[in-house]
């Protein structure tokens, strides 16, 4: 089946920091792929996605690459501000029987300080 | 994109009632998704609710426990039955877009089962 991992958290960092958040998947397609955001008391917002090999989604100065050889999707920010703070999910969704369906990793706290 | 909203948006209920959460969307989908997310964890999908049939359940959830309707395209319930602590959770509903299969949330139903 479909599975996601993302780097353990949480992760805290200094305003101004650079950001990467891990995270591979394994699935039997080719799925779509997709960072939601959460944040606090709030629920999931679409940040990012990308839907084939070697497509960048970006969002908000957060980027990531489709890696289909490294099967990876990693979450990447120049310079986080406080406003970034948040558990950030990566997930995967299927194009075939479990079509709209999506698998998501366990997220990943971040929380930047000033 | 589509707006989701969810009623109630939080509850405190005592074990061994249920609770019944509803899921309104603004235009018609085919497709409509249950979550459930415990605290400090990742999103589970408890089942897929499809207009005129009967909704498909995840390994884990069973319809007695989490029965579902959908009486039309943009309109879906769920209730959580004979609920103990452990069913404290948020409970999210989703749709999906089918062009590129991101989901949409709601802003869930916050349970807490004393």
């Known amino acids: 089946g479909n599975s996601v991992t993302q780097m353990e958290g949480p992760v805290t960092l200094s305003e101004e920091a650079f950001l990467t958040i891990n995270c591979t998947y394994t699935?039997?397609?080719?799925?779509?792929l997709f960072w939601y955001v959460q944040y606090p008391g709030e629920g999931l917002q679409l940040l990012l996605k990308?839907?084939?090999?070697?497509d960048k989604g970006s969002n908000k100065g957060f980027e990531a690459t489709y890696r289909k050889e490294t099967t990876s999707f990693h979450l990447e920010k120049g310079s986080v501000q406080v406003s970034d703070s948040a558990v950030y999910f990566c997930?995967?969704?299927?194009?075939?029987?479990?079509?709209?369906?999506?698998?998501f990793g366990d997220g990943t706290t971040l929380t930047v300080k000033p | 994109s589509a707006v989701i909203s969810q009623k109630p948006s939080r509850d405190i209920c005592q074990r061994g009632t249920s609770l019944t959460i509803q899921c309104q969307v603004d235009?018609?989908?085919?497709?409509m998704f249950w979550y459930r997310q415990q605290p400090g964890q990742s999103l589970t999908l408890i089942a897929t609710?499809?207009?005129?049939?009967?909704?498909?359940?995840e390994s884990g959830f069973v319809i007695d426990k989490f029965p579902i309707s959908r009486p039309n395209l943009t309109f879906s319930t769920l209730t959580v039955s004979n609920m103990s602590p452990e069913d404290s959770s948020i409970y999210l509903c989703?749709?999906?877009?089918?062009?590129?299969?991101?989901?949409?949330f709601g802003p869930g139903t916050r349970l807490t089962v004393t």
């Open positions: 989703s749709v999906t877009n089918r062009a590129a299969y991101e989901q949409y």
């Open positions: 609710a499809n207009q005129g049939s009967e909704a498909t359940y």
């Open positions: 699935a039997t397609g080719y799925p779509s």
């Open positions: 990308a839907t084939k090999a070697d």
């Open positions: 997930a995967l969704s299927d194009r075939g029987t479990n079509a709209g369906k999506s698998t």
């Open positions: 235009s018609q989908v085919t497709m």
